[in-house]
């Protein structure tokens, strides 16, 4: 409800209080006790009435708290991705003017190197088959 509405509950809380204190004065004048003032349809009418008034105005806080703490958790939110915005910026910074060092290359070996060694552990000869002695030629 909004915040006009809560000022024409609390109006009506107000009016059916005064509304229940000029019953009691009325019933205790007439000579009433207290048991049957509490049983008088007309004051349990009232008492309802601002039961009701109460349970809207508690309903209408909490609406109001949970508007703050979710506008609280939408700055905080904000504030936070404003703040990491800031700081992603700042070591891009430092990283363009600073590159990090490469580590270097390990030369390649030669080929032939690796031919021989793979002929070696097949067989330890290095003596070509027929095939490769045509095909060498």
């Given amino acids: 409800m909004t915040p006009k509405g ?58 109001e708290k949970q508007k703050q703490d979710l506008a609280k958790a939408k700055a905080e939110k904000q504030a936070a991705k ?14 363009k003017e600073a590159p990090p060092e490469k580590k270097e290359k390990k030369a390649k070996k030669e080929k032939p190197e690796k031919q021989a060694k793979a002929k070696e552990k097949k067989g330890g000869s290095e003596e070509k088959s027929p095939e490769e002695q045509a095909a060498a030629q």
């Fill in 6 to 63: 809560k000022v024409y509950i609390e109006e009506q809380k107000q009016s059916a209080q005064t509304k229940l204190e000029a019953r009691r004065v009325f019933l205790k004048e007439k000579g009433m006790n207290e048991d049957s003032i509490r049983k008088d349809a007309t004051v349990r009418k009232l008492k309802a009435w601002v039961r009701k008034a109460d349970f809207r105005l508690s309903s209408i806080a909490a609406e």
């Fill in 82 to 95: 404003a703040e990491k915005k800031a700081a992603g910026k700042q070591p891009k910074k430092a990283a």
